[in-house]
């Protein structure tokens, strides 16, 4: 931030575009002017407490405070901070004020784990520790700026995503802050902080890594290297295009034999019904069933479902030689065979549960038979890509080799 003699002509004519800016006086040391956007002018003072922290204190604004008062006001605060006295926590002692652990520890309790699912909470849970609360935990609600939050956002650059996740969690947690007083509205200083671009994966299966992964199920089956739960798992992601949330969840009550269907009581869109082709049932007629265990991949804890396929699911691929290949991609490919062999869309969206209203719109009238005429299609397309052998991969001949063909 510049550094310049602040005159009452500056403070007057001083404007910021887009985002805070801060002058710092070099006539009283420690003491600076904040310029917001909306042509607020407050003074504060910038100091290191005892315990080596960066702190920065509002003294009052400027209209209502002259310079003059501001830069005597600077000299007695910072003499206090000599003394070994803090200003800014006296003045949350004062007045109670939350810092943002405190925000994000009611943000979790009242917001997210009140209206968001498991896997939902987790991933906030995660962001909060190891991102926010490192960042900004210490510092007061009513004092982040934008400044702070744009550079939280900036240091996580390189992982686009998770920047976007963060700055996302941040803009709540903040929305939520007025809302609940401890803001006044319209200061959410993570607004106008604009996204960073994601590239979206798409992954796909051929023919032939179909042919590779049915091989290398096949194997760890025979050779009961993995528990069963996880080989059913990733045959029921295969050849259901659920989520991975939805086949670790599901229970055996949640199967229809009759109509030949799954209702998902919660999955990530709410209750929803999935059409089941003649392969997946087979697969789950199959299926032994653990006694006392309710759900369909039954984990190592009695009564529970498997939580963890990331790690079984990383020695298959490596197997098989899909190294890049995630485990949400088998839903991806599970689509992709179904727009190979001429589906509409609206007819693969109803099967993976896809809730765009434009979308719905489109394909909500469409009965249920066509969709399991098309996850019979897939299945059957993906089972026979998958019992082929997979290609041998020709390697180019060595200079021995090839001295040895011509003589």
């Known amino acids: 931030m510049p550094k310049v003699k602040l005159t009452k002509r500056l403070l007057d004519g001083v404007k910021a575009e887009g985002s805070d800016l801060v002058f710092w006086d070099t006539e009283q040391v420690g003491l600076g002017v904040r310029v917001k956007p909306s042509s607020v002018k407050s003074f504060c003072i910038q100091y290191y407490n005892a315990q080596g922290r960066s702190r920065r204190v509002t003294l009052g604004k400027y209209g209502r405070m002259t310079l003059d008062q501001a830069r005597k006001t600077a000299r007695e605060k910072l003499s206090e901070v000599d003394r070994g006295n803090d200003p800014a926590e006296e003045r949350i002692a004062a007045r109670g004020a939350p810092t943002v652990a405190q925000l994000a ?29 490192p960042a900004l935990g210490r510092y007061n609600v009513d004092e982040v700026s934008r400044e702070q939050i744009a550079k939280l956002h900036h240091s996580l650059r390189e992982k686009s995503y998770q920047a976007n996740r963060v700055l996302e969690v941040v803009r709540k947690m903040f929305n939520l802050a007025e809302a609940w007083g401890l803001r006044p509205d319209g200061t959410n200083p993570a607004r106008h902080i604009q996204k960073y671009k994601e590239e979206k994966r798409q992954r796909y299966l051929s023919e032939d890594e179909w042919a590779r992964l049915g091989k290398a199920l096949a194997e760890v089956e025979q050779e009961n290297s993995e528990l069963p739960a996880v080989i059913t798992a990733v045959r029921l992601l295969i050849f259901t ?6 086949v670790l969840n599901l229970r055996w009550d949640d199967v229809d034999w009759e109509r030949g269907c799954l209702n998902l009581r919660d999955s990530k869109t709410g209750q929803r019904f999935v059409p089941l082709g003649q392969v997946a049932l087979d697969l789950l007629e199959s299926t032994p069933r ?14 529970r479902p498997l939580v963890n396929l990331q790690r079984p699911w990383r020695r298959i691929r490596e197997r098989a030689g899909l190294d890049d290949v995630r485990l949400h991609d088998l839903r991806h490919s599970f689509a992709s065979v179904g727009a190979g062999v001429g589906m ?55 200079k021995r080799q090839r001295r040895s063909k011509v003589k």
């Open 290 to 303: 653990q006694a006392g265990n309710q759900f369909v991949c039954p984990g190592a804890r009695p009564m």
């Open 344 to 398: 509409s869309y609206p007819t693969i969206g109803k099967l993976l549960g896809h809730t765009q209203a434009q979308t719905t719109m489109r394909y909500s009238h469409l009965p249920a038979d066509p969709l399991k005429q098309a996850a019979n299609q897939i299945g059957e397309r993906i089972a026979g890509a998958m019992a082929r052998k997979p290609e041998k991969k020709v390697l180019p001949l060595t």
């Open 105 to 133: 520890s009611r943000y979790m309790a009242e917001h997210s784990e009140v209206k968001k699912k498991s896997e939902s909470i987790r991933k906030d849970r995660y962001l909060v520790d190891h991102y926010i609360l």
């Open 241 to 246: 295009g659920c989520r991975l949330s939805e």
